[in-house]
């Protein structure tokens, strides 16, 4: 608080400070809304798969034996069309290919809340020479995901959430978890 007096004859300046500092704390919470023209693209990898590849390399194992499960949750209002393939420690891509279903696609949650639950089934091809062994130079996953609108109107918020936990399956039914991304 500042109170002054003058006499109106004469012209006076006050100077409290050269320089006023104001620090201000807020927040700003911004929804995103998206339409059905809305188009994303995001690209990850997930590594450290190369122990889990290996151990399967020595396996009399061809195409149609192996399969990539994964089994993605999500309360993300975007339905996610997606792209993979397998690549090496040096992030190169490996012989050994992902087969994608043509209509593979992980579905967006219809209200921004309630889960909405995606299995696919990726097949793997072992490379020109169909052999096992390509399997050891695996390590990691590189994802491209591309999001489209799954419910008009909704918007993202800090309490959605994606997750996704793979799994191989070996002819015969038999499944290796392979952590939860």
Same mark, same amino acid.
Request: glycine content about 8%.
């Given at each position: 608080?500042? !109170?002054?007096?003058?006499?109106?004859?004469? $012209?006076?300046? #006050?100077?409290?400070?050269?320089?006023? %500092? %104001?620090?201000?704390?807020?927040?700003?919470? /911004?929804? =995103?809304?998206?339409?059905?023209?809305?188009?994303?693209?995001?690209?990850?990898?997930?590594?450290?798969?190369?122990?889990?590849?290996?151990?399967?390399?020595?396996?009399?194992?061809? /195409?149609?034996? @192996?399969? @990539?499960?994964?089994?993605?949750?999500?309360?993300?209002? =975007? !339905?996610? &069309?997606?792209?993979?393939?397998?690549?090496? *420690?040096? &992030? +190169?891509?490996?012989?050994?290919? #992902?087969?994608?279903?043509?209509? *593979?696609?992980?579905?967006?949650?219809?209200?921004?809340?309630? !889960?909405? /639950?995606?299995?696919?089934? =990726?097949?793997?091809?072992?490379?020109?020479? +169909?052999? *096992?062994?390509?399997?050891?130079?695996?390590?990691?996953?590189?994802? !491209?995901?591309?999001?489209?609108?799954?419910? &008009?109107?909704?918007?993202? +918020? *800090?309490?959605?959430?994606?997750?996704?936990?793979?799994?191989? $399956?070996? +002819?015969? &039914?038999?499944?290796?978890?392979?952590?939860?991304?």
């Amino acid at each position: 608080d500042l !109170e002054f007096n003058t006499d109106a004859q004469s $012209e006076a300046t #006050l100077y409290a400070a050269d320089k006023y %500092v %104001v620090s201000y704390d807020y927040k700003v919470d /911004v929804p =995103l809304l998206f339409d059905q023209t809305m188009d994303i693209t995001y690209s990850d990898v997930a590594d450290g798969f190369d122990d889990t590849f290996d151990d399967l390399s020595d396996k009399d194992i061809k /195409v149609g034996d @192996i399969y @990539i499960i994964a089994e993605v949750k999500t309360t993300i209002p =975007l !339905e996610l &069309g997606f792209d993979a393939e397998l690549i090496d *420690a040096q &992030g +190169n891509p490996t012989e050994v290919r #992902l087969i994608i279903p043509s209509d *593979a696609k992980i579905e967006g949650s219809k209200d921004g809340k309630s !889960e909405s /639950v995606s299995t696919i089934r =990726l097949g793997v091809d072992l490379g020109k020479d +169909n052999n *096992a062994r390509n399997l050891a130079d695996i390590d990691a996953i590189r994802l !491209e995901l591309s999001a489209g609108c799954a419910a &008009g109107g909704a918007s993202l +918020n *800090a309490e959605q959430y994606i997750s996704a936990q793979l799994y191989i $399956e070996l +002819n015969g &039914g038999i499944t290796v978890d392979l952590d939860t991304l």
